[in-house]
């Protein structure tokens, strides 16, 4: 069996799942654009493109770090999410990132400015969550 073939086999027991390849640094990316089109491009346009054709999902690419200059790369590769926005990376501010790129890809992560984490995990008591949206309104009135 190909790699290919195991893919498409593993994909097809419909769980998410997920090939993580995290390209980014604090200041820049782990290769450069002309090498994830030559590397990673190719395979991630076979993956994405059979799981738009084959299922409802919609295809998630993590990477941390200051991956702006590789965004429309991951948007061509067919990639639907963007997780998480590091904003503390270069070149990776959310309102520049929404304006540019906003219409053809979703941000996951870097809006919640009162939070400590990307998201509020699955186990926060309901109650946590409005005591802290009622404190982010009192605070910062």
């Avoid at 593993?10 to 994830?36: K, M, Y």
């Avoid at 963007?82 to 540019?100: D, F, H, I, T």
């Amino acid at each position: 069996m190909t790699s290919r073939e195991r893919i498409l086999a593993a994909l097809n027991h419909r769980q998410p799942d997920r090939v993580p390849v995290d390209v980014g640094t604090q200041a820049s990316q782990f290769c450069s654009p002309e090498t994830f089109d030559e590397l990673y491009a190719p395979y991630y346009r076979r993956l994405t493109g059979w799981i738009h054709a084959h299922t409802g999902w919609r295809t998630f690419k993590h990477s941390c770090g200051a991956v702006e200059p590789l965004i429309t790369r991951f948007i061509t590769a067919g990639f639907d999410v963007l997780n998480p926005v590091q904003c503390s990376a270069a070149g990776m501010e959310p309102r520049m990132l929404k304006q540019r790129y906003g219409d053809r890809l979703t941000f996951w992560g870097g809006g919640f400015v009162f939070n400590a984490v990307h998201n509020v995990q699955a186990t926060t008591p309901v109650e946590n969550i409005v005591a802290m949206i009622d404190a982010v309104k009192e605070f910062n009135a």
